[in-house]
Nanobody, 122 residues
Framework: VQLQASGGGLVQVGGSLRLSCAASGQTFRNGAMSWFRQAPGKEREFVAAFRWNGYYANSVKGRFTISRDNAKNTVYLQMNSLKPEDTAVYYC???????????????????WGRGTQVTVSS
């Protein structure tokens, strides 16, 4: 199983980016596909997950939208109104059999992508 993340880059405050994560080797229709991020000097944190619906960290709610295309086995993260504190390496993660109460936990996920850098400049 491979997860290939793309779409990161440099953007100014208030700008937008769209991340994509394409999975190959396994489908996750009955599981969750999610995004985490890790800022310099900080621990990796949950950003958003898509199981049957989107679920968000409070810090991104209202600005980020997660969506999923099952036909393409791909999850997207539309990021709007970006702030400097959104600067981080963004990782996609996926797993089957993930229950709602564990969706925000790294240990719930079996598969991880390599990460894509998002830098928001002021």
């Amino acid at each position: 199983v491979q997860l290939q993340a793309s779409g990161g880059g440099l953007v100014q405050v208030g700008g937008s980016l769209r991340l994509s994560c394409a999975a190959s080797g396994q489908t996750f229709r009955n599981g969750a596909m999610s995004w985490f991020r890790q800022a310099p000097g900080k621990e990796r944190e949950f950003v958003a997950a898509f199981r049957w619906n989107g679920y968000y960290a409070n810090s991104v709610k209202g600005r980020f939208t997660i969506s999923r295309d099952n036909a393409k086995n791909t999850v997207y993260l539309q990021m709007n109104s970006l702030k400097p504190e959104d600067t981080a390496v963004y990782y996609c993660a996926a797993g089957n059999g993930i229950i709602m109460s564990t969706m925000t936990e790294e240990t719930a996920y079996n598969y991880w992508g390599r990460g894509t850098q998002v830098t928001v400049s002021s």
